[in-house]
T-cell receptor, first 114, second 114 residues
């Protein structure tokens, strides 16, 4: 079974802190994604990566950056956390390809910024 | 870019009844339409998908239909059971950049009453 793990289930940070959210997948997938999930807004893509050291902006990249130094690990970075970044963050991975394939999601990290 | 509308936002049915969730999309170039189920405390999981070269696909109690002309697709769940209670997301693929990525609807919370 594909397993996508996220470093924390719950995280509380203060405004202005630098926040790292880590995601690891164990199935040698090429593609990795970061989404945020908010009530009534569904899942919105922040960034994705189709190869090591490659990244592309999604629909809402402002205030975020990412890092992919190894194939299995994709990190989301909040350079200076703000209260409007309080949300559920979901990481996903999928096999290489055009994007028209199954994405496997982690359990999510619920981030609260005070 | 792609826009996906999903209705209804909440749906309550009696056990054994059918449930239908509908989505519309805007980009005629989209050719892949997955449905994800998210149970409480978990990440979304793919339950069924359809590509634009077919009009309907079934998997046991679940079916998806696609009308390319009208740009809408629907999820049908028959003989609903309490374990079908979850949030369901439709998505359509949006092409741009190096490869496609998914644009999700806002979700439908399905409650199946015993």
């Amino acid at each position: 079974d594909v397993k996508v793990t996220q470093s924390s289930r719950y995280l509380v940070k203060r405004t202005g802190e630098k926040v790292f959210l880590e995601c690891v997948q164990d199935m040698d997938h090429e593609n990795m994604f970061w989404y945020r999930q908010d009530p009534g807004l569904g899942l919105r893509l922040i960034y994705f990566s189709y190869d090591v050291k490659m990244k592309e902006k999604g629909d809402i990249p402002e205030g975020y950056s990412v890092s992919r130094e190894k194939k299995e690990r994709f990190s989301l970075i909040l350079e200076s956390a703000s209260t409007n970044q309080t949300s559920m963050y979901l990481c996903a991975s999928s096999l290489w390809g055009t994007g028209a394939g199954e994405q496997f999601f982690g359990p999510g990290t619920r981030l609260t910024v005070l | 870019g792609e826009n996906v509308e999903q209705h209804p936002s909440t749906l309550s049915v009696q056990e054994g009844d059918s449930a239908v969730i509908k989505c519309t999309y805007s980009d005629s170039a989209s050719n892949y339409f997955p449905w994800y189920k998210q149970e409480l405390g978990k990440g979304p999981q793919l339950i069924i998908d359809i590509r634009s070269n077919v009009g309907e696909k079934k998997d046991q109690r679940i079916a998806v239909t696609l009308n390319k002309t009208a740009k809408h697709f629907s999820l049908h769940i028959t003989e609903t059971q309490p374990e079908d209670s979850a949030v369901y997301f439709c998505a359509a693929i949006q092409y741009g950049g190096s490869q496609g990525n998914l644009i999700f609807g806002k979700g439908t919370k399905l409650s199946v009453k015993p």
